[in-house]
């Protein structure tokens, strides 16, 4: 067992040798003035990227994965503590049968080619949102992969798939109802604290930082009580034009900004 943790502290360094994979070009920690402990991004823009090229949809959502492995590297060469992915929301099940298969399919695909590295890297992988509504298939693929990586002390690494704000909170208030009914909560004891513990991201700092890609500006039910205090970023680009270099940007920006929490300072 203590071998076995050993071995995994180990294995955190060894993630520029990875053989066969080019290391990520953008700044390292120390250019920045501060870095976030939570980076949040919402890949949003696949649809007009496709459209933009003349391409079919599903080809600007694979093209947002190629992406993916960059920002997901860069990330965790910066040693940021924690990145959530919103990558299908439990909104988007109201779009056409053809494109929720096609993202259906590039979870597959995504981890079919992603896992080793990531698990090499020491990374950790939780998955947001309510998995038992998902195929069979993607279902297994994802609890497989957070069983492989649950003891990795690396990046969190946390994918939102069929993932609602509101729902993981309705979620949290279930659970916590039934503990009170069974007579093991006071629910006078409740605090913020308490909630935030019933969440998907349960341990994990509150986002410091949320990216949106493609100039939206809305939250379309992202980590709604995890982004209380965040701050927000809308580059114009679209997800699959997100370079790392722009992802750097952001980070500045973040660094220059003046956090207050409510207080006068
Ligand atoms: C975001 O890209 C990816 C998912 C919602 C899965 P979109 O598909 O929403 O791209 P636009 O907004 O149509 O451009
Ligand atoms: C949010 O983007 C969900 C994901 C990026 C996975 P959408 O494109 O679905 O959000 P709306 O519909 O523009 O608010
Ligand atoms: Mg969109």
Sequence with gaps: MFKDTLSRL???????????????????ASDFKRLPKHVAIIMDGNGRWAKRHRLAVSKGHRQGTENLREIIRHTDDLGIHSLSLYAFSTENWSRPKEEVDALMQLILDFFASEIDELDAKNVHILILGDKSRLPEKQRLT???????????????????????????????????????????????????????????THGQPDVDLLIRTSGEMRLSNFLLFQCAYAEFIFPKVLWPDFSVKAYDEALSDFGGRQRRFGARI
């Design 10 to 28: 180990f294995r955190k360094r060894e993630e520029h040798i990875i053989p066969g994979k080019k290391s990520t070009a953008g700044m390292s």
């Design 142 to 200: 994802l609890v497989e992969a957070e069983e492989r990586t649950s003891g990795n002390t690396g990046l969190h690494l946390n994918i939102a798939i069929n993932y609602g704000g509101r729902d993981e909170i309705a979620r949290a208030a279930r659970i916590l109802a039934s503990e009170a009914a069974n007579g093991r909560l006071d629910p006078s004891t409740i605090t913020e604290k308490t909630i935030a513990e019933h969440l998907y």
